[in-house]
């Protein structure tokens, strides 16, 4: 069979170890996991097997958390809401990337019992059901889609966002209304048009000028109200700015063409309207390639709002973060969240910290000892007292100092408005001088007025409304093809300026999990029977360590048995029974501790690394290695930015000798090693009062200040929320050569915006001087306007073609 | 030949009006909040068994 190597539910590759199968109805199929059998089993006993035919999935594999949610109704209920005779919620479903999947999901959704109805939007991932809630739960309907191998996640629409709809909306109406009445506008222009070359009746021109007046007043003054807004905030903040040009541009074509119908010339109307209406389809894209990033971030993030198990006198009851109280006791299971500070009141576990601080390695904590929001509890059950409520943990002082940080930053001027500032000033004295030369050569006033007036319209050009929104949403929507977020057009812009790359270490440089290198048996033990050993006692353990040694028997097609009597010593390592041997896995003092033979004096630890002893009846049987591994594309990346004279700064709240170690690694000379969030912003912040515009690569929480202190902060998929959230830019799969991918795009679109503006004004150039010697007729005016936006057009989408790989 | 012109003017902005009103209430109805799903959906109720 040809595709014996990968899943036939998620497409992913199957490692040695893994596979399991299944079969219906005579075929018999290959999965990476029992959740993609089950997936399978659901959706063709669903009689949808039509799915794995229509499904187009461009990249193999599924969302990391699928399968693995539990919902509980007690924290589901919150997000209902009744609508008309049933209930409602509204959920957010990772995972969906193409119309079948909607598909698949509002038909399996709606075959549940108590359904009446589903709706998934799949521009935003949202599904809307609507159910009977006394027989059926929405922790059923969640169960449901978990099953199917996505990731549903309840959803209420922020402040921010029903705001943001509500303006694409409001756009919306403006470019149709201005879209429908030019439309009528040209269909009087044409006969203009034929008149000026033909010959026309003075009643009949006058009476298809009133007409052309007539629709293009709500097209300048409803259409164009936002420029005319933006354009009088301009003046008076004494920037001029796009806005204040397109302004100018309608307004004095607008003004022009009523004192040329009352006075028998020819008009431009169509001008005034055609300025508006490309501008706003402009803002429209650009709006939708925001829309659609916004979507993208939101599917990254995961549940900002947990909740957290309370224990008081009677048992444990969950309650949401925001109601814990400081001196709260909490319990905190194996695998969860620390969701607020506290002090671990009872039990001890392994945390892993790196969210919060970077540090690659778990911590153990015992009572007393604190614990810090945003880790995670890796080996035992513990129950912590809260110091601080919700509203005051590490994560939300982070947060404040993302706040400061985003507030110092200076907001940014775009390109179209850096020219439109140079230009609006040049166009005006333009015009100024021509009615000054038209009345030295002894014109009429009126006429003269009438020329300098022409010289305006003409200089202010459609096709520079469309330069900028259309070569970024171009380059956006190539770059989310492949996987790039981009915030905004302004971040592309930034993004091609950058003169530092700061790179954090865990998780970006770095996979930010450890795996094994090198197994080393003692004599009489061979490496395959110690890493069967060693899974099979490690094979329920939560720590980064066991999953490496997992990871590595899978990869070496070992398939793990489970131990028997399976115990974790938090700090120390696991204990369990493999085929009936007693076998130990753990650091060297835990094994010193339980009293092991022939372990060797000293065992070498290499740079950057850990090392894991095992343990059988009691003997040492070798030594494990681990190392956290450069990403694969680590390396490649450095080199491009090298390559473009970038400089490239390693930062980490990790271990100087380890972030030494790495940099050393990846020829990246300048470095720094224990560094806590607040010096990693003064540090990137240091870097800027210096002239310097900085690409900050990060993901943890520790990152989160100094992403948004940098002119362009980048995060990873799989990285914390806040990263996620305060970044400009996100790699939605964890591949770093996709940064070098949002490099390049970020440089090419800038190119063709300046392309764009160059051929803007090129036809401004040669328009110009024939409205300053009057010889401007409005059929000219016309095919320069057409010829240059399409020139625009044309080149923008010269951008889509650009893919990643 | 000039009134019949303007009565044929008059009589296009009327119905334009009426296209442009459906489109308002299209917008305001959310017809437009996802426009990559339907032109798939008319595909999939053909009884998929």
Redesign the interface.
Known sequence: MENSATCFHCNAEILPGQLVTGSRGGESLDFCCRGCLGAWLLITGAGLGDFYRRREWLEPGICADAYQGEYHDSFLSRYVYAKGESSAIDILIEGIRCATCVWLNEKIIGQLPGVSAVRVNYATNRARVLFDPGTVSPSTIFTRIAELGYVPRPYTSSAAEERSHRERKDLLVRFGTAFFLTMQLMAYSFALYAGYFQGIGPDMKLTMQLFSLLVTTPVVFYAGAPFLRGGWRGIVNRAPNMDLLIAIGALSSYGYSIYATLTGGEVYFETAAMIVTLILAGRLLENSAKQRAAAGVERLLGLTAGEAKRVTGGGVESVAVADVRAGDLLLVGPGERFLVDGRIAEGTTDVDESPATGESLPVVKNDGDRVIAGSINLTCAVRIVCEHPASDSFVARVARLVEEAQSRRAPIQGVADRAAAFFVPAVLFLSAATFSWQYALHVETGSALMTALAVVVIACPCALGLATPMAILAGTGAAAVSGVIFKGGDILERLSRVTVAVFDKTGTVTRGEPAVVAIDPAPGFAVRELAAMAAAVECAAQHPLARAVRDYALMNGIVPAVGDDLRTVPGGGVLGLHEGKMVAVGNPRFLARLGVEGLPAEIDVPAGGTVACIACSGRYAGAIVFRDRLRDDAPAVIAHFRERHIRCILLSGDSRETVRFIAGSLGIGEWEGEMTPEEKTAFVERLRTKGETILMVGDGINDAPALSAADVGCAIAGGTDIALETSDLILARPDLARLAFAHATARRTMAVIRQNLGWAFIYNIVGIPLAMTGRLTPVYAAAAMALSSLCVAGNSLRLTGTKHG | M?SS??AL?VL??FL?CG??LI??WA??KGE??????PK??ML?DDD??
């Open positions: 000039d012109i303007i003017i296009s902005l334009g296209c442009w489109f308002i917008v305001k437009f909040d996802d426009v990559e799903r798939h959906r999939d998929s068994r």
